[in-house]
């Protein structure tokens, strides 16, 4: 593989807490948005619950209601009559069981820090 390319392992998955609705779970969000102006609105929701991972990709480590919360706000946002566009395209992905990543390139596995999210 050389030192050129760096691969990173890691499961993310569910964390499980004291109790079930301290349970975290693996959410993903990958979005493709025309417009400029609703593009930087949906980044700056999605950088209150997780990091940028790639330009269009998005990943944290939430609790239910964060999910619930995070959801909205992009509903709100994708619905709302000033940006709404049927080919603008969200998709959030919760992982609640096991799951493995393989990351080649730059990455950081700080997603798994309990500290991060509110």
Same mark, same amino acid.
């Given at each position: 593989?050389?030192?050129r $390319?760096k691969? /990173?392992?890691?499961?993310?998955?569910? +964390? /499980?807490?004291?109790?079930?609705?301290?349970?975290? &779970?693996?959410? @993903?969000? $990958?979005?493709?948005?025309? %417009?400029q !102006? !609703? &593009?930087?609105? @949906?980044?700056? +929701? $999605?950088?209150?619950?997780?990091?940028? +991972?790639?330009?269009?990709?998005?990943?944290?480590? @939430?609790? /239910?209601?964060?999910?619930?919360? $995070?959801?909205?706000?992009?509903?709100?946002?994708?619905?709302?009559?000033?940006? &709404?566009d049927?080919?603008?395209n969200?998709?959030?992905? !919760?992982?609640?069981? %096991?799951?493995?990543?393989?990351?080649?390139?730059?990455?950081?596995t700080?997603? @798994?820090?309990? %500290?991060i999210?509110?």
């Amino acid at each position: 593989m050389g030192d050129r $390319l760096k691969k /990173t392992e890691f499961a993310p998955g569910r +964390i /499980t807490g004291a109790s079930p609705s301290e349970n975290r &779970y693996y959410v @993903l969000i $990958l979005f493709d948005i025309s %417009n400029q !102006k !609703k &593009y930087r609105a @949906l980044v700056k +929701i $999605l950088k209150r619950y997780g990091l940028r +991972i790639q330009k269009s990709v998005f990943e944290a480590q @939430l609790k /239910t209601p964060q999910i619930r919360d $995070l959801v909205l706000s992009i509903e709100a946002l994708m619905g709302s009559e000033r940006f &709404y566009d049927p080919g603008d395209n969200v998709r959030v992905y !919760k992982i609640a069981g %096991n799951c493995d990543v393989v990351a080649f390139g730059s990455c950081g596995t700080s997603i @798994l820090e309990e %500290n991060i999210f509110f």
